[in-house]
């Protein structure tokens, strides 16, 4: 197999991969068709999209040169939040992922600790300036 089959073949497998990837990905998956709901409220999805992709070949076998090549994709799509559209106001309301492991509840409620200190600190003061 001459170096332009080659070149060929792969290309070949490339240009079938990303035709499928781009079968699996338009516009639509990031900002999704409107919903309309029957008092008026529309309703807009927006996910976050990652893809990867690789191609790869080369030769092999000893009695002759022979090409073998591969490809693999994976396209991850993920909701993020909704518009939503009510009386020409939009607002975004986002779309809250669930806390995998300990440290990610931690990270989580740091917000809401910190608060709570903050609150308990600024009462202490009012206390102490009350006497």
């Not at 396209?75 to 106001?89: C, N, Q, S, T, W």
């Amino acid at each position: 197999m001459s170096t332009n089959e080659k070149s060929g073949a792969l290309n070949e497998l490339m240009d079938t991969s990303l035709s499928k990837i781009r079968e699996m990905v338009d516009s639509n998956t990031i900002i999704g068709e409107p919903i309309v709901t029957p008092d008026g409220v529309t309703l807009i999805p927006v996910s976050s999209l990652s893809f990867g992709f690789g191609c790869g070949g080369g030769d092999y076998g000893k009695q002759g040169p022979k090409f073998g090549g591969a490809s693999t994709a994976g396209v991850r799509v993920e909701p993020v939040a909704f518009l939503v559209v009510k009386d020409g106001i939009t607002r975004v309301l986002p779309v809250a992922v669930p806390a995998v492991s300990t440290v990610d509840r931690v990270i989580e409620l740091v917000p809401e600790v910190m608060d709570r200190v903050e609150n308990f600190i600024d009462k202490r003061k009012t206390e102490k300036s009350e006497f």
